[in-house]
């Protein structure tokens, strides 16, 4: 599986923006997709998770703010991002695992990443 992410860019504090992963593959609505970020000099964070059956998990921090959606025709993974703060800026990486009923939540749980996209939110 082959990964893309893209549509990151610069936004304003309270903007929205909106991430999309590209798989390549048949496979890609058996493979649960994650989202991650990593700001700069911190570590990569898990921020959700949408499973094959469309069940998804946020971390705290952007609960109520971001939504994770996929379309299994496309091969998409999408990550909505509203009310964005300066905190939200960092690359983010979009991630597929091959247990896909599963929702995962640590880097090592997932098999295949994209590149980073970045975000940059101003104050």
């Known amino acids: 599986v082959q990964l893309q992410a893209f549509g990151g860019g610069s936004v304003q504090t309270g903007g929205s923006l909106r991430l999309s992963c590209a798989a390549s593959?048949?496979?890609?609505?058996?493979?649960?997709m994650g989202w991650f970020r990593q700001a700069p000099g911190k570590v990569r964070n898990f921020v959700s998770v949408?499973?094959?059956?469309?069940?998804?998990y946020y971390a705290d921090s952007v609960k109520g703010r971001f939504t994770i959606s996929r379309d299994n025709a496309k091969n998409t993974v999408y990550l909505q991002m509203n009310s964005l703060s300066p905190e939200d800026t960092a690359v983010y990486y979009c991630?597929?695992?091959?247990?896909?009923?599963?929702?995962?939540?640590?880097?090592?749980?997932?098999?295949?990443w994209g590149q980073g996209t970045q975000v940059t939110v101003s104050s």
């Open positions: 949408i499973n094959s059956s469309g069940s998804t």
């Open positions: 593959g048949r496979t890609f609505s058996s493979y649960a």
């Open positions: 991630a597929a695992h091959r247990r896909g009923w599963q929702l995962p939540n640590t880097i090592s749980d997932y098999d295949y």
